[in-house]
């Protein structure tokens, strides 16, 4: 496979060639793709939902067939015992984000699962309180820490550090979050950033950040949302504190499925956190003895309460079998040829159309999204886009958000979306 740009070629003849010989050109027929006019739509949005796989459906029937036959024994009688069944979703997901099982648990849902972990490892003091993170975070990631700080009773205003980019950028410099760091280092008490942006698709340096906090005395927590199932990951070895995700975006498990979270084993046997508990974060040797005392288990297990959504955990293992079974390597090999064609096919577009596309995001800090300014155009342009059967998302004012995704898109794709752009523009 062509590992420079100038060997690729704007024909759906080449792209064609380079699905040919991609090793994962089969996981394609594992999804379900969505149509228009009765072809396959050009799916870009994997980043915000991603597509079902085929085999999802038999994983929910199984626990549906266990439920009609066993009822409430289903939590000991089932194939996968309801009881224990998150346990199978743990090593997998593991795998794809580089942590240790221990360190791992699916539950709940994403901003819940921050919150959660923040009453463990946001402990802000007099004199250190303030939270790090990058400005035009995900809203959602911005009210959880305003919210955080409030029920601190801090001011918002002034616990909160918003690193930008530079003026007439995009993406942020990392020097400016290094240089924050050490300006702040005797005031901060957390740094809370996406692993990748959401908007631009820049990804930081998450070992580099986690060091400069930790040489900070400051924790240092991850959103993944855009991360996992993404990037190559290695969250135990960076030595990250927490971090959570959903798994409805690259990692395919249904709208609104289980989230996921990392807690990294340095503080599994502390005592002294703070903890909202519940009775699923309870030692599993005596949970069901009902004591009032809360034994905590020594593991990432700790930080659940609830027992396990079945339904849309099957939804998840479906997924994360599919995860393990490709390998993230191989995942990323595939994904850094197809945003370098997509990067290909623009640049060639560009010099037709008067430079009107600017990528945004960094060449080389990045996952599988691109986010490209339409300049001179206005949501009109998505529109059109959809109606001929390609779907990227659009933020406003005028950034289109492309994620070719490499378990399910195609060179072919890419080269179709650059001829449907092409003509409307
Ligand atoms: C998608 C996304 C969310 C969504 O949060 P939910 O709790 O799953 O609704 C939050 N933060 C980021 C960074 C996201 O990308």
Known sequence: MPNTTTLFQNTAAFAKQLD?????????????????????????????????????????????????KYGVEGHFLAQNPWLSYHELLTHKMAKVVGALPSETVMMNQLTVNLHLLMVSFYRPTPQRYKILCEAKAFPSDQYALQSQVKFHNFNVEDA??????????????????FEAIEKYKDELALIMIGGVNYFSGQVFDM?????????????????????????????????????????????NSGPGS???AFVHETHHKSTNLPLFAGWWGHDKKTRFLMDKTFVPIESAERWQLS??????????????????????????????????????VIDEINKQ?????????????????????????????????????????????????????????????????????????
């Open 160 to 177: 909160i550090i918003e690193i930008t980019p530079r003026e007439g950028e995009h993406c942020i410099n990392e020097v400016d979050i």
């Open 20 to 68: 040919d010989i991609d090793d994962l050109k089969n996981y394609r027929n594992q999804f379900y793709i969505p149509q228009h006019n009765g072809n396959d739509m050009v799916y870009f949005t994997g980043n915000s939902l991603g597509l079902q796989p085929k085999i999802t459906k038999s994983y929910i029937e199984q626990e549906l067939n266990d439920w009609a």
């Open 307 to 344: 027992n396990a959504p079945i339904l849309s955990m099957a939804a998840c293992h479906a997924s994360l079998t599919i995860f393990n079974e490709v390998g993230m390597e191989n995942l990323n090999k595939k994904s850094k040829q197809l945003t370098d064609y997509l990067q290909f």
């Open 353 to 425: 159309k008067n430079n009107c596309l600017q990528i945004i995001t960094p060449l080389q800090n990045r996952g599988c999204q691109i986010s490209i300014v339409a300049n001179g155009y206005g949501k009109e342009l998505y529109n059109k886009l959809i109606a001929n059967g390609v779907i990227p998302d659009w933020r406003e004012p005028n950034v289109i958000r492309c994620a070719p995704v490499p378990l399910y898109n195609s060179f072919l794709d890419v080269y179709r979306f650059g001829s449907v752009l092409s003509e409307l523009l």
């Open 258 to 260: 289980v989230a996921g």
């Open 207 to 251: 070992k580099a950040i986690t060091e400069a906090g930790h040489k900070a005395g400051a924790v240092v927590g991850f959103d993944l949302a855009h991360a996992a199932g993404n990037l190559d990951l290695q969250l135990h070895d960076w030595k990250v504190d927490f971090a959570a995700w959903c798994s409805y975006k690259y990692l």
